[in-house]
Structures are given as structure tokens and as C-alpha cells.
């Protein structure tokens, strides 16, 4: 055994959650193996696609040789600096939604609600803590994962280096993710900002706070600081926050930020950042007028880049661009035919189920796919995803552009909650099912969801495109009643009512004649 002096890890604040998650995944006292002769797979990175590759190799338990590296947190953003904690803060936010909306359920909420906002975040570093026992190096050691804690480059065709050890591989994977886009925006760095990487270290609630952008992550973490007593203002470039998501699910959370009080500052470039005595002072132009605000903390949520630095994937000839990442085929394979990437690294779709549906094709073609037979296809996944907003935001498959683009004559349904029974009574009428399906023909295309329980929605319609199941099969699905999935049910009985056509109808008097 031997230790590479690999970078000791803090994570403000460091009481015993943080101490007891870095014992986990950075463990301060953790001694690097000594390497095999030869590995059959080298992982570096140790977030979701690193992991699932290393764990999926290794607990195959047929004798293969795996190596796992990862210089600062394993688990990745999701456990560390993403998923986990925003959903952990997301819930708390949640009850002050119910709260303020507690009026029209027949229910008195007597004074200001007071939010801990310490406690908020003291439970969510708990919850983070006792979660990240799933991805410890002690862990994945047990299920036969050599761990390296440091950082891992590539030295020759064959060889990664960890320090001062060099590890011989036969196949590798890049699975290095991505980091917050720091935007050039003058002032910005020298006044200070934060990030995914450092907006769950508070421990005090910032009373004005500015979020620059209006994407997924921006909008989450908005609402979320709205909602636990932060002054919100949300800078986002275009005319419309979610701009890339259907316009109609879109306007609707718009309109609710509008409700909930969060200023919205859209078609808005930031100018310049400065510090007074009074805040941190933006400069911005909106819609061609220049205008500022002060605010005590500024969040940047405005995109993801990806970790390619120090790699040296030229010595490996592997091809990457600093904005996309590391460039791969169909089967995640780089231009070196020995190493594969999979995860934020590689991939426009950032998103933790992405990551580990990635991995899963890297172990098959890696490991599996002998002469490069019954390798799997990125292409074949159908992915979903959810904006993590209140309500949610689920899609998944094609939206009616997307379709139309690519030459499917479309036919859309959509079922407001407004008539479904089970959101009436939770006093969630607000919000869609919306299925596209080819004209025609009961295949679906796409859906988008949006609602309270959107996310856990959405997996239905995602299993039916899975396994083609059309609206003919959900139509002849019993869904519990009363229900909001029921939505989905309603949408696939709306088809079949346009299958009563003129002459079937006649058909149909005729079989009863007979009946």
C-alpha cells in the first residue's frame, strides 16, 4: 500500500454532517492502493457515470480488474452539490407553498411563518451525510473497486497516473462531469458569487438575492430561496424563463413566480457588478434601458462546462472541445478506441438518470461486446426530465416542434387538471398532461406533465414509448381513482373517441342489432 498525498478535502461549514460526509467520500486518512499489473477498466471520476461503471464492473463478480479515481468528492455533483441538497432545501421550501396556500383549503396559518432557515440547511447536510454511506470509498472497496483519491491524467496509450503511481489499463473511462459556468461579467469575480458548488454551504438566509438564469437550475434554486424568505430577483436572458421547455408549461410557472413575488428581470444582460456599502451592486440593461439593483448575494445558475483540464487528452489522441466536452460516437466511445466517456462529460442531456443510463452502455461495449458486436446505442435511450419547481415541470420524447421538424404529421392532447377530479379536491388544478402522438396511429411521441407530482408522473408515459405502448394500451390501463395520474388515462380515452368515425358508429349499431 501506498499514499499518493492526494489534496485533503474541506466543505464549509464543518460540523459533524460535513466531517461525517467527507469520511465517506474523501476520507482524510484514506492510503491509495498499491496498482494492479494491469487493469481491465480505469474509471476517472467518481461522480454517477463513474460510479454505476466501477460498481457495474466490479459486482459482476467474474474476475475483472477495476480502478476508480476521483480527486475531490465521490459521489459527484448529485450527492455533494446537486440533486441531494437542492432537493433536500426544495422540500422545506415546499411546506412554506402548502402554507401559503393553506387559506383556501379551509385552514388558518395565524401569523408570519417562521423559517430556520440554519435548521433548513443543518437538515439537509444530515440528510446528505447519512445518504452518502452509498457512495463511499469504504463502499466500493468492499465490492472489489480499487479507489485512488487524486488526480487522475493520462501519461501514454496505456497508463494513467495518480500522483506518483501509474495505473496500466486495458480500457478507460472519462467520467470527469462538469463545473458552473462562471460568466464574464465585470466586477462578478472580484465581488464574489456563488454557485451549485457553494450555495449549500450557507448558513446564514441571504435577504436580496439575485439568481442569473432562468434554466432549470436557476429557476429550483429561486423559488426555493423566494419561498424561505429571500428577496428574489432572476436575471435571464431571454423573454421567457424556461425558453427551451414547452412554452405553455413554461408561462404557467412564470406566472406563478409572478404570484409568489420573485422579480423577474428578462431580456436582461448584467453589465457590470460592484461592492458598496449597501450590497453588491448590479448594473444591468432589460429590455434597452440600463437599470441596477443591490442585493446581498449573487447565484449563478447560467449553464455547465465541462472538466477537461488536465487530463491530457491530446497524449491519448482523444478529441474534446472546451464547451462540449469530450467529443463520442453513438456508443460513447472517444477517438481513442480504448477510452469511453459517459456523464456530464460528454453529454448535452446533464442530468443524474442520464448519467447512469450512460454507464450502463459503456459497461456493455467496454466489457461485452466482443469485436464490437450487440454494442449498445446512446440513440436508443428515451429520456425524461423534471424541473425540480413547484409545480414540476416532467417531459419526455418530442415536443410538437421537435416532431414537426423532423416530418411527423401531430396530433396533441391535452388534459388540463382543471378536470380531473383528485387535483380538484387537492387544490392543484393548475397544470397539464399534453400527449403528441403521430396523426393517425396511437404511437406517442412526446408528453410534457406539469403539476405538483409531475416527476413521478411522467415514468408512465416514458415506460409506454419504452416498450410502444400506444394510447390504445394506457387507454385499457385501470388507474386508481381518484387519482391525478387518471390525467393520463383521460388523455389516452380522448384519442379513442376519435376513432368513432361516421362508419365505425355504424358498425357499431349493427353489432348491437345482434347482441
Request: aromatic fraction near 6%; proline fraction near 4%.
Amino acid at each position: 500500500m501506498s499514499n499518493s498525498g492526494f489534496e485533503k478535502v474541506t466543505l464549509p461549514p464543518m460540523d459533524e454532517y460535513n466531517q461525517q460526509l467527507i469520511s465517506h467520500v474523501h476520507p482524510p486518512d484514506w492510503v491509495n492502493p498499491q496498482p494492479a499489473d494491469c487493469y481491465d477498466l480505469v474509471v476517472i471520476g467518481a461522480g454517477t457515470a463513474g460510479l454505476v461503471v466501477a460498481a457495474g464492473a466490479a459486482g459482476l463478480d467474474v474476475g475483472l480488474k477495476v480502478a476508480l479515481i476521483e480527486k475531490h468528492l465521490m459521489g459527484g455533483d448529485c450527492l455533494n452539490v446537486g440533486c441531494v441538497p437542492s432537493k433536500c432545501i426544495i422540500r422545506s421550501s415546499r411546506v412554506v407553498g402548502e402554507m401559503w396556500s393553506a387559506k383556501a383549503l379551509g385552514i388558518n396559518v395565524l401569523g408570519k411563518i417562521d423559517v430556520d432557515f440554519a435548521a433548513v440547511m443543518a437538515r439537509m447536510r444530515r440528510l446528505r451525510a447519512g445518504i452518502s454511506d452509498h457512495d463511499s470509498a469504504h463502499r466500493f472497496q468492499k465490492l472489489g473497486v480499487d479507489i485512488f483519491l487524486g488526480s487522475g491524467r493520462f501519461a501514454g496509450n496505456n497508463i494513467i497516473e495518480v500522483g506518483n503511481q501509474k495505473l496500466s489499463f486495458k480500457k478507460a473511462v472519462i467520467a470527469t462531469g462538469a463545473r458552473a459556468v462562471r460568466p464574464s461579467i465585470k466586477g462578478l469575480e472580484s465581488t464574489g458569487f456563488l454557485t451549485n458548488e457553494t450555495v449549500f454551504s450557507l448558513t446564514e438566509l441571504p435577504q436580496r438575492l439575485a439568481v442569473i438564469g432562468g434554466g432549470p437550475i436557476g429557476c429550483e434554486l429561486a423559488q426555493a430561496f423566494q419561498r424561505l424568505g429571500s428577496q428574489v430577483t432572476l436575471f435571464h436572458k431571454d423573454a421567457h424563463i424556461l425558453n427551451k421547455e414547452d412554452s405553455e408549461a413554461a408561462e404557467i410557472l412564470q406566472n406563478r413566480f409572478i404570484q409568489e413575488q420573485i422579480q423577474l428581470v428578462l431580456h436582461s444582460q448584467i453589465t457590470s457588478v460592484e461592492t458598496t456599502p449597501e450590497g453588491k451592486l448590479i448594473h444591468f440593461v432589460s429590455n434597452g434601458s440600463p437599470k441596477s439593483i443591490i442585493v446581498d448575494e449573487i447565484l449563478v445558475g447560467a449553464g455547465r462546462a465541462p472538466n477537461v483540464e488536465g487530463l491530457n487528452l491530446e497524449v491519448v489522441g482523444v478529441q474534446f472541445d472546451q464547451r462540449q466536452g469530450v467529443k463520442v460516437n453513438d456508443y460513447l466511445q472517444t477517438t481513442n478506441p480504448k477510452i469511453y466517456a459517459a456523464g456530464d462529460i460528454c453529454m448535452n442531456w446533464k442530468f443524474t438518470h442520464a448519467a447512469d443510463a450512460a454507464a450502463r452502455i459503456v459497461i456493455k461495449n467496454t466489457l461485452f461486446s466482443p469485436f464490437g458486436l450487440g454494442r449498445a446505442k446512446l440513440s436508443n435511450i428515451v429520456m425524461p426530465w423534471v424541473t425540480y419547481t413547484d409545480p414540476e415541470i416532467a417531459h419526455v420524447g418530442m415536443y410538437e416542434q421537435e416532431a414537426e421538424k423532423q416530418g411527423f404529421d401531430i396530433n396533441t392532447i391535452k388534459i388540463p387538471f382543471s378536470s380531473v377530479d383528485r387535483a380538484i379536491a387537492d387544490g392543484e388544478e393548475e397544470g397539464f398532461v399534453k400527449i403528441i402522438h403521430k396523426q393517425g396511429s396511437d404511437q406517442i411521441l412526446g408528453a410534457t406533465i406539469v403539476s405538483r407530482h409531475a416527476g413521478e408522473t411522467i415514468s408512465e408515459i416514458t415506460t409506454a414509448i419504452v416498450n410502444k405502448v400506444g394510447l390504445n394500451g394506457l387507454s385499457g390501463v385501470i388507474h386508481p381513482y381518484p387519482t391525478q395520474a387518471e390525467a393520463i388515462k383521460k388523455a389516452a380515452d380522448a384519442y379513442r373517441r376519435t376513432l368513432l368515425t361516421p362508419t365505425s358508429k355504424r358498425i357499431l349499431r349493427w353489432l348491437t342489432k345482434f347482441s
